[in-house]
C-alpha cells in the first residue's frame, strides 16, 4: 500500500513536470510571437503615420482611419496574446503546485515505507524464530522414536 502511495507520488511530481515544460514552451512561443507583433505593427505604423501631417485634407483623414484600423488590429492580437500568456502562467503554476505536492506526498509515504519495512522485518524474524522451535520440536520428536 505504501509503495502505491510512493508511486502515485511520483506520478504526480512527473504531471507536473510535464505541465512546466509545456508552460515554458508556451512562454518562448507567446514571446516570439510578440517580438514579431510589435515589428509588424511598428513597420505598418510608420508609413501610415507619415501620411496623417500630409497637407490634402483627404489624404490626412484617410490615414487617420487606417492608422486607428492598425491600432485596433493591434490590440486585439495583443489582448489574444495576454490571454495565451497568462494561460501559460497558469499552467506553470499548477505545475509547481503539483511538483511539490507529490514531493510532500512522497517524503511521507516513504516515511511510511520505512516503517512498514521495519514492522515486516520484526515479524518476519519472530515468524522465523517460531518457526524454527517448531521445526525444532518437530525434528527432536522424529529422533527419539
Do not use: C, F, H, W
Amino acid at each position: 500500500m505504501n509503495e502505491k502511495k510512493v508511486a502515485d507520488a511520483d506520478s504526480i511530481i512527473n504531471a507536473g513536470k510535464r505541465m512546466l515544460d509545456d508552460s515554458k514552451a508556451e512562454l518562448k512561443a507567446v514571446d516570439s510571437d510578440s517580438r514579431k507583433l510589435e515589428k509588424e505593427y511598428a513597420a505598418q505604423r510608420k508609413p501610415v503615420s507619415r501620411l496623417v501631417n500630409s497637407k490634402e485634407r483627404a489624404e490626412a483623414n484617410k490615414a487617420k482611419a487606417d492608422l486607428r484600423a492598425i491600432d485596433t488590429q493591434y490590440k486585439t492580437d495583443n489582448r489574444a496574446l495576454e490571454t495565451r500568456l497568462r494561460e501559460a502562467v497558469r499552467k506553470q503554476t499548477t505545475g509547481i503546485t503539483s511538483v511539490q505536492k507529490g514531493k510532500t506526498a512522497r517524503k511521507n509515504a516513504m516515511e511510511a515505507l520505512k516503517v512498514s519495512a521495519s514492522a515486516l522485518k520484526a515479524a518476519q524474524a519472530k515468524y522465523d524464530a517460531a518457526a524454527g522451535s517448531a521445526d525444532k520440536n518437530a525434528d527432536e520428536g522424529k529422533t527419539r522414536k
